[in-house]
Structure formats: structure tokens, C-alpha cells
């Protein structure tokens, strides 16, 4: 049970505001309010920027020493129309649920910088009839996969593959993406296209209602764990760590705890169908969110420090074949990897309700 400030001067004023526009159960996309804070009134990013502590209502979300913007600064920011309109000079609205600065871990002045995340969440913002999830989703992506960097070895850049790009090019449905050789040299606009087409094509091309399905678990944060899973492990192995996280929660509760729920475990392996998504978005609203993603993160990182085991074993075999010394390897998961299953808990993280 969260331990909440006795007194509300005790909280920051982004987390009071989260608290008040909770309390009056205002539309959903106003729960999530978040401003970009930039010019004289709140300045640039620092990474070292302090959160909001566990337990409060907006848990691991940024937050400021004082109130610089002043109360009076909430009237006129609500746009009913377009959550991506510009206000007065020097202030932005940023998407529902979308974080104003780019995830420490990853921020980086030449591949995710500031600008870099304001102009990919403003691309997102532009797509049709994206839900206030897909948005979460897809910038926690785009930063996990390091912004515009760009791998030195597949080329891939935002986790966009050469042959993703292919596919996405051959596919008539798919506009603006024509005449781009590589993924680096895709704009925001262009990689925003494609995110969203690969997450419909691929990652939930099994689900009725494809991505925005996940709009209805009301817990952004479970669903883009859900959904990084498989954009990093690929859909058949990533739907099959999702389906083992699922099940083991299951079997650990209560049979009428379970019943109580719907909960029933997920019988087909790997690919992630309508049955899967069903039952992840009954054990979310169960309240077992916080559980799923832990679990979820812990079962990533065994997954990725077999395949180091698998290739430390690889080159022993190898070296034996040819004659050549052993090569002494100790097999881990790459901190970079480490560091992105581990954003991917939330940790603290206080979801809104997403109708």
C-alpha cells in the first residue's frame, strides 16, 4: 500500500496536479498531462534531473524543486483538439502519457537529444488514429533502440532494419517511406510511419484491432514492456517470454483468485494472438501490472544471458575445430541491454486508467 505526503505542500507540483485531475476523474488524456519545460522557466534536459519518489500518484515521473511555471500557467494549455498544438513561445504540450524528456539511460546529445525526442513524439503525434498507448509505446522504443544511432554492424537505426525498411517500401499502404536506401536516413516523420507499420504488420498482426488493442489495458507502462519484449526478441520468442510471464503469475495466485479475474493461462506458444492480449489486459486491471513487468524484465535477462552462454560456447567449439587456444569468456548480458530490460520494470511507475 503506497505511503502518500500527510500534507499536499509536500508534494511537487506535477504530482499534485496528476493527484487533482485523478481525484475529479477528468477525460483520461488530461491524467497524463506533460508539459516540454523549456526556455527561461524551466530551462534545458539534465539527466540528472530529480523523479518523483515510489508511492506517490506520479512515481519515477520527472519533477522540479519549485512550481517555475506558476498555477496560473494550467489555464490554456488544454487543447481539446491536438494534444501536439503549440501554446505561447517558449511552452509545448507533449502527448498524453508521453515522457518530456528523453529516458536518461539512453539520452545522448548526437543520437537523443532533446530536439532529436521532441521531433519523433511530434511525428508520432501526427499519425492517424494513434491511441495515447501506441504514443508511449513508441517513444520508449525509439529511445531503447538509441534514437538515430545507427549500428555499425546491420546498419539498423531506431530498430529499423534494412529489411524491415523493404517490406515496410513494398507495401503500397505505407506513404512517404519511397526512395530511402537506409534506415539512418529516414526522417522522424518517415520512422514514425514505420514503427506504426511494423507494429500492426508484425508485432500484433495476430490481434483484432492490431496495436491500438493495447490502448485497453489502461496501464501504459505494462504494455510498452509487453511491446518491447517483442520488438527486441522478435515475435515469436518475445510472445513466448510474454506468454511464460502470464502463466507463471497465474499458477502462483489462488484458484479463486484466479476465477475471480477470468484469469486462465495462455495455452498457444509464441505468437501473440487476441487470447494472449485478453488475458494480459484481465491480469493488469487485476492489479498484478507492477508483477508482470518485473517478471517480464527478470525472464528478458535470462533469455539474453543464454544467448551470450550460447555464443561463449560457439567460439570454444570453434577454436577446438581449428586447433586454437580456448578463449576465456565469461558470458553477461551487455550493460546496454541490461539497462534497457531494467527501464522497462517502471519501477514506482502509478498508471492512469486509459479509456
Avoid at 485531475?21 to 526556455?39: C, E, F, H, K, T
Avoid at 532529436?116 to 531503447?144: G, R
Avoid at 503500397?172 to 522522424?188: K, Q
Wanted: hydrophobic letters at 35%.
Amino acid at each position: 500500500m503506497p505511503t502518500y505526503p500527510r500534507e499536499v505542500d509536500d508534494l511537487p507540483y506535477e504530482a499534485w496536479l496528476s493527484l487533482c485531475l485523478r481525484l475529479l476523474d477528468v477525460q483520461p488524456r488530461l491524467i497524463r498531462l506533460q508539459w516540454a519545460m523549456r526556455g527561461r522557466a524551466l530551462g534545458k534536459y539534465r539527466p540528472d534531473q530529480p523523479r518523483v519518489p515510489a508511492g506517490r500518484p506520479d512515481g519515477g515521473q520527472f519533477t522540479f524543486d519549485d512550481d517555475p511555471l506558476g498555477i496560473g500557467t494550467i489555464d490554456g494549455l488544454v487543447d481539446d483538439g491536438d494534444d501536439a498544438e503549440s501554446t505561447d513561445a517558449g511552452e509545448r504540450i507533449l502527448l498524453a502519457s508521453t515522457d518530456p524528456f528523453p529516458p536518461p539511460y539512453r539520452a545522448n546529445p548526437q543520437t537523443l537529444s532533446q530536439q532529436i525526442w521532441d521531433e519523433f513524439n511530434d511525428a508520432v503525434a501526427k499519425l492517424p488514429t494513434i491511441t495515447p498507448t501506441e504514443q508511449f509505446i513508441f517513444s520508449e522504443i525509439f529511445a531503447a533502440e538509441g534514437g538515430l544511432g545507427i549500428d555499425p554492424n546491420s546498419r539498423a537505426s531506431s530498430g529499423i532494419t534494412r529489411g524491415t525498411l523493404r517490406r515496410a517500401q513494398a507495401d503500397r499502404t505505407v506513404p512517404g517511406i519511397s526512395g530511402v536506401s537506409e534506415p539512418g536516413s529516414l526522417t522522424a516523420v518517415q520512422r514514425a510511419t514505420v514503427y506504426a507499420w511494423f507494429f500492426d504488420k508484425d508485432i500484433m498482426k495476430n490481434v483484432t484491432g492490431r496495436g491500438a488493442r493495447l490502448n485497453d489495458t489502461g496501464d501504459q507502462y505494462s504494455a510498452a514492456a509487453f511491446a518491447d519484449a517483442l520488438f527486441q526478441h522478435g515475435q515469436s520468442k518475445g510472445g513466448e517470454l510474454v506468454r511464460q510471464t502470464i502463466n507463471e503469475i497465474i499458477g502462483s495466485l489462488p484458484p479463486e483468485v484466479a476465477a475471480q479475474h477470468g484469469l486462465r493461462p495462455i495455452t498457444e506458444a509464441g505468437v501473440v494472438r487476441d487470447d494472449a492480449v485478453d488475458t494480459f489486459e484481465k491480469l493488469v486491471r487485476a492489479g498484478y501490472g507492477d508483477r508482470f513487468r518485473d517478471d517480464l524484465a527478470d525472464k528478458r535477462l535470462e533469455h539474453l544471458l543464454e544467448r551470450e552462454q550460447d555464443k561463449a560456447k560457439k567460439a570454444e567449439e570453434e577454436a577446438r575445430l581449428h586447433g586454437e587456444p580456448i578463449p576465456t569468456i565469461i558470458p553477461a548480458v551487455k550493460q546496454g541491454d541490461r539497462d534497457r530490460v531494467d527501464h522497462f520494470r517502471f519501477r514506482g511507475a502509478v498508471a492512469p486508467i486509459i479509456k
